[in-house]
Every structure is written in structure tokens, then in C-alpha cells.
């Protein structure tokens, strides 16, 4: 069983970047940075895997 949890990042347009949640799942992590996507937030946002 996979127990890796993930973060949303997002890089702002002067390219800093935030953490904008954490210690979710995959999936969850996932479906939180499309729904910021899908907003129209003009920042840019992946899922990564949190260090251990």
C-alpha cells in the first residue's frame, strides 16, 4: 500500500513559488490543483510528492 502523501505548489508570475496545500493523496492533490486551475487563476500549479 502507497502511504506517499502530495502537495499543490503554484508559481505566481514573477515565478516564486508557494506551497498551497499538503498531506493529501494523489488523487486529491490532483483534483485540488485542476479545480484552482479551472478558476482562472492565471498562476501555475503541480502536485508533488512531500519529503518523507
Known sequence: MDT???RVMRQDDN???YR???GMS???AEDLA???EARGH???YW???EAA
Do not use: C, D, I
Open 47 to 49: 502536485v508533488e510528492p
Open 34 to 36: 485542476a479545480t484552482l
Open 26 to 28: 494523489r488523487a486529491e
Open 20 to 22: 498551497v496545500a499538503g
Open 15 to 17: 515565478g516564486n513559488r
Open 42 to 44: 492565471k498562476q501555475l
Open 4 to 6: 506517499s502523501t502530495f
